[in-house]
């Protein structure tokens, strides 16, 4: 995944600026990021606190294991599967 050239931090800094009144378009021109980033943005952190997004964060990061093991387990399956399904010609 991409990593972004904002930190959570600043990316409800600039939603603070933008619900305080400062226009979408010129909030975009300052930050140097399109209208879609902005409202990509408004839709996961909209409402946050920087203590919100340091949590959603931890979150994440405790639960990548557990995502990552249970890919694991779909490949297995996926593979077990393909393997019962080959049909074997003499």
Not at 39 to 50: L, P, S
Request: charged share 35%; aromatic share 6%; proline share 2%.
């Amino acid at each position: 995944m991409k990593r972004s050239r904002f930190t959570e931090e600043q990316i409800i800094g600039i939603l603070k600026e933008h619900q305080a009144g400062l226009g979408a378009k010129d909030l975009c021109r300052k930050q140097g990021v399109s209208d879609a980033t902005l409202y990509k943005w408004r839709a996961r952190f909209g409402g946050m606190e920087v203590s919100d997004a340091k949590k959603l964060k931890a979150l994440e990061a405790e639960n990548e294991p557990r995502r990552v093991c249970r890919k694991l387990q779909l490949l297995g399956r996926m593979e077990h599967h393909e393997q019962d399904n080959k049909q074997v010609f003499p």
